[in-house]
Structure formats: structure tokens, C-alpha cells
């Protein structure tokens, strides 16, 4: 069965709206508080994921049941939320990091990236998670997919979203599957027994990821460089030829 892009539109929107406002939030707060401390700081974080990871956590759950309804011929299943959230005293770690660095990136950018992550997370381990238990309590297959959300994708995420409907556990995913940077935007989507996701197309994802292979081999470019480079993924020909030794 191909899933139609219009049944995770919905989730998408509402996540995004999510991690705007807590993002808006902290970048008000700091910018009223330029000397405001690493702990006040870190409390405020750990508040807005806090609130966020539940709202994400109960979207993906919503989510996950409206493409499971999709097959009714599935013995009945009814998804959980997960409560993983990122406990505060890694926060206030985080966060005493941040203020120490210096470079290109601002400790307030590095500060709203990672709380962005960790809201997001919310959703990444409910749908994990419910398909994990789901194969096991009904007996069927269940995987999901790193599917992302846009078109200007880095290496690492092409890599992980050209191996399609594979994932199941950690265990499978070879735990990168289960990794996710700042400014990520790729979502796990579970798909059951013959589903594919409309628009997504993981060979189109796996040609620029023998591209990279193939040109870091020859040392057109490092492999470290493609796999923190971004890529458009709207027209992989013109991709490919991007980065793909000369001849």
C-alpha cells in the first residue's frame, strides 16, 4: 500500500508549530537576559522541552494509529507514548558547554538547536517505540524508515534515508539509524508489511549516497566533508553530477 504525503502533513505542520514556539521563547529569554546564569538558563530549557517532548509524543502517537487504521486487517493495536525526555542535569551540561565555545555558530543558535532536537526526539522515540512493541505483541512486521522532511538534505541523513522500510530496533538501525543532529528535519515513519510512502524514494537516496562513496575514494572529496554537507535532493542527476569525480 503506498501512504499518501498527506497523512504525515498533518503531524509535520503540528510539530513544526511546537518547536517554533518553544524556539521563539528561548530567543526572547535570552535576549531580555544576556547575562542570565548557565542554571537559569538550563531550567528554562529543560521546562520548554519538557512541554514540547509531551506534545510531540502525543502527535506521533496520533500519527502511528492513523497509519496503523490504514490497515484494519491488523490485529487490533493501540499506540503509547514514550517517556524518554533528556534529563535536566544534562541540560545544565549542555548548556554550560555551549556558553564556553566559541566559532562561527552562537551560543544562543547551539543552545536552540539542541533543545529543537530534543523536543523533536518525543516523536522519534514513540514511533520507534511503537513499532518495536507492536511487532512483538501482534506478531507482525513493523519498520520504519528515516524519511526527511525536506529537500536540503546533509550526507549523513542521505546515508540512513537510502536504506528505505528496514529499521525495527536499535539493534537493526546499527544505532546511527537511531542518531539525529541540530537542524535535523527527518522523521521515522512506520510503515507495515508492502507500504511505501508517497514521494519517498530511498534508490533516488542511495544513487547520491554511491556518489559520495565513489568520489570520496578517488579524493574528490573527503568522506567526512559529503557527510556534513547538504544536499538538494529535489534533483539528484544534477546532485550526483555535483559531487561525483571529475573524469
Known amino acids: 500500500m503506498q501512504l499518501p504525503q498527506a497523512s504525515i502533513l498533518p503531524f509535520s505542520r503540528a510539530q513544526q508549530l511546537v518547536v517554533d514556539g518553544a524556539e521563539r521563547a528561548l530567543r526572547d529569554y535570552l535576549a531580555k537576559h544576556p547575562?542570565?546564569?548557565?542554571?537559569?538558563?538550563?531550567?528554562?530549557?529543560?521546562?520548554?522541552?519538557?512541554?514540547?517532548?509531551?506534545?510531540?509524543?502525543?502527535?506521533?502517537?496520533?500519527?502511528?494509529?492513523?497509519?496503523?487504521?490504514?490497515?484494519?486487517?491488523?490485529?487490533?493495536?493501540?499506540?503509547?507514548?514514550?517517556?524518554?525526555?533528556i534529563e535536566r542535569q544534562y541540560i545544565l551540561k549542555a548548556v554550560e558547554s555551549a556558553l564556553s565555545l566559541s566559532g562561527e555558530t552562537s551560543y544562543i543558535d547551539r543552545l536552540v538547536g539542541s533543545m529543537s532536537r530534543w523536543i523533536m526526539q518525543g516523536a522519534r522515540d514513540t514511533i520507534r517505540d511503537n513499532a518495536k512493541s507492536d511487532s512483538i505483541a501482534n506478531n507482525i512486521k513493523v519498520r520504519w524508515a528515516r524519511v526527511p522532511q525536506g529537500t536540503n538534505t546533509c550526507g549523513f541523513c542521505i546515508m540512513l534515508a537510502s536504506r528505505g522500510f528496514v529499521y525495527h530496533t536499535e539493534e537493526t538501525a546499527g544505532g546511527f539509524g537511531n542518531q539525529y543532529h541540530n537542524d535535523c528535519d527527518c522523521l521515522p515513519i512506520p510503515g507495515f508489511e508492502g507500504d511505501t510512502l508517497e514521494g519517498y524514494d530511498p534508490d533516488s537516496y542511495y544513487a547520491i549516497y554511491e556518489a559520495m562513496k565513489d568520489s570520496s575514494k578517488v579524493g574528490a572529496f573527503s568522506w567526512n566533508t559529503l557527510m556534513g554537507s547538504h544536499f538538494d535532493t529535489s534533483d539528484v542527476d544534477a546532485t550526483i553530477r555535483l559531487i561525483s569525480p571529475l573524469e
Open 35 to 85: 547575562n542570565a546564569s548557565a542554571q537559569d538558563i538550563a531550567d528554562l530549557i529543560a521546562d520548554l522541552t519538557e512541554t514540547g517532548y509531551e506534545v510531540d509524543t502525543e502527535l506521533a502517537a496520533a500519527l502511528y494509529n492513523g497509519l496503523r487504521a490504514a490497515h484494519p486487517e491488523l490485529p487490533a493495536y493501540s499506540a503509547v507514548i514514550s517517556a524518554n525526555v
